[in-house]
């Protein structure tokens, strides 16, 4: 078994490798590509998504789904991109498992604390602090608990994806055990964590880049890139704010 690397394995790595190509689709979807060839989407919301330019909507090309929760506003679009792809999909065993109901079967569940080694990249499912659910019927349907994930890239660049969270504790276990280099992390506030939460969670992960999401959507996602920007750069760590439709170099 691979160990986990240490924070100067991590500085070694950095001065020689380029990581993920990032491309945000606006809320919580992101297309990345690893330094392999591997194009990974995490949370497919691209149709009715406010935020993601139209001439963006259309995903042909792709490898991987990462799904981290429930929300439709995570995974609407995830039995189309499915299907239009044939991507491997990943998620909890409940969301699972209702996306096969949908028609989806290129599957490969998994539950937190668990690895996965897909298309050469090491998946890790980690923990959220959230709710994970869908309205069928007027009810609401259960799927499963909400989740982050830690993947390392064929160089060893290594992101950690919150998904939707607030701070917990444990963010320091996962800076401890997976020293990542880049956290996705949600700033909008009220159903997340917001801009200060998000800066703890930087300097508890340990990360030198932040990527925010989940912000500006709707108006109730107050919390900005410039206030994130404001309490992290002091401190050393990089905020790589992204328009939608934008990808990073």
């Not at 990345?32 to 990974?40: A, E, F, N, W, Y």
């Not at 299907?83 to 937190?112: C, D, H, Y």
């Not at 290594?158 to 020293?179: N, Q, V």
């Not at 992390?185 to 508890?204: F, H, K, N, S, V």
Request: proline share 7%.
């Amino acid at each position: 078994m691979r160990l986990p690397s240490t924070a100067s394995d991590r500085r070694d790595r950095s001065a020689g490798t380029r990581g993920p190509s990032i491309r945000w689709l606006g809320h919580s979807t992101f297309l990345l590509q690893s330094p392999g060839g591997v194009r990974l989407l995490f949370d497919p919301w691209v149709g009715s998504n406010p935020a993601c330019p139209p001439d963006k909507r259309r995903i042909d090309a792709l490898h991987l789904v990462l799904i981290t929760h429930g929300h439709s506003d995570h995974c609407e679009d995830a039995v189309a991109v499915g299907r239009a792809t044939g991507a491997t999909v990943v998620a909890s065993p409940e969301l699972a498992g209702w996306l096969e109901q949908k028609g989806l079967r290129n599957l490969k569940p998994m539950n937190i604390g668990g690895r996965l080694i897909v298309h050469g990249l090491a998946v890790t499912m980690v923990q959220a602090v959230h709710s994970s659910s869908v309205v069928e019927d007027g009810r609401s349907v259960y799927l499963g608990p909400a989740t982050g994930y830690v993947v390392r890239f064929e160089d060893g660049e290594t992101i950690y994806f919150a998904g939707d969270t607030a701070l917990f504790g444990d963010m320091r276990l996962i800076g401890d055990i997976h020293k990542p280099d880049t956290a996705f992390l949600p700033i909008g506030d009220r159903y997340t964590m917001g801009p200060e939460d998000a800066a703890r969670a930087c300097q508890w992960l340990g990360v030198r880049t932040v990527v925010p999401m989940h912000y500006g959507t709707f108006p109730e996602l107050t919390g900005t890139p410039a206030q994130l920007r404001e309490l992290v750069e002091p401190h050393g760590i990089r905020v790589l704010e992204l328009r939608p439709g934008e990808t990073s170099i």
